[in-house]
């Protein structure tokens, strides 16, 4: 059986051009978890990675040995990030320890709450990690958005992000969400300017 990969089966969503277009974004499913404060420097922010991939592979694999109906393998997806400021106050890309932060890994649409919660439970007993009791089962519809490709570094995205201010302003819109990021590129092997990141801005 071919593995089902969504950055090829939804290549409009995972593969934008680098100048800003509009793009439907539907219903999808995803594991997530919230939290607070400067990804560069804050522990939960890694823990909660840490538990994001653990409980998207762990799935994986109890589903590869025991398929439910509907099931086909897949590609474990890029991880992606909604961006705000507490209280909803205006984004501010220098305070980053204000910022709040909902990292979240897609799901194939056969997945369902209960089990992720089976697969917490079997993660807590074999480790320790406080941002296993904070995943959650999420299920988001962007709708209309504008999204570009920005490649470099995550400190530099701000002319980026102004290419889809402008296009919002040409064509009347209004944001209508979250700031969206989908991270492309492992931050791990890769360097700063080669970075490849959507950037993405529901709009209405």
């Not at 799935?59 to 507490?86: Q, R, S, T, Y």
Request: hydrophobic letters at 35%; proline letters at 7%; one cysteine or more.
């Amino acid at each position: 059986m071919q593995k089902v990969d969504f950055k090829k089966t939804d290549k409009d969503l995972y593969n934008p051009k680098k100048e800003p277009a509009l793009a439907n974004v539907p219903k999808m499913k995803f594991f997530a978890i919230e939290g607070q404060g400067d990804p560069g420097t804050s522990a939960e922010f890694q823990e909660a990675i840490e538990a994001l991939y653990g409980a998207s592979f762990t799935l994986k694999f109890a589903l590869k040995k025991n398929p439910p109906a509907g099931f086909h393998d897949w590609v474990i997806p890029p991880m992606e990030g909604h961006w705000w400021m507490a209280g909803e106050a205006e984004f501010d890309p220098e305070e980053k320890d204000l910022w709040c932060w909902k990292i979240m890994i897609r799901q194939p649409d056969f997945v369902t709450e209960d089990m992720l919660k089976s697969t917490i439970a079997e993660l807590q007993q074999k480790k320790e990690n406080e941002s296993l009791s904070k995943l959650q089962f999420f299920e988001f519809e962007e709708g209309e958005s504008i999204q570009i490709l920005h490649i470099g570094s995550y400190d530099d995205e701000g002319p980026t992000i102004q290419k889809i201010y402008n296009l919002m302003e040409d064509k009347g819109l209004k944001m209508n969400g979250r700031h969206h990021e989908i991270y492309l590129s492992d931050p791990r092997k890769t360097a700063p300017e080669k970075l490849r990141t959507v950037i993405r801005q529901p709009v209405k």
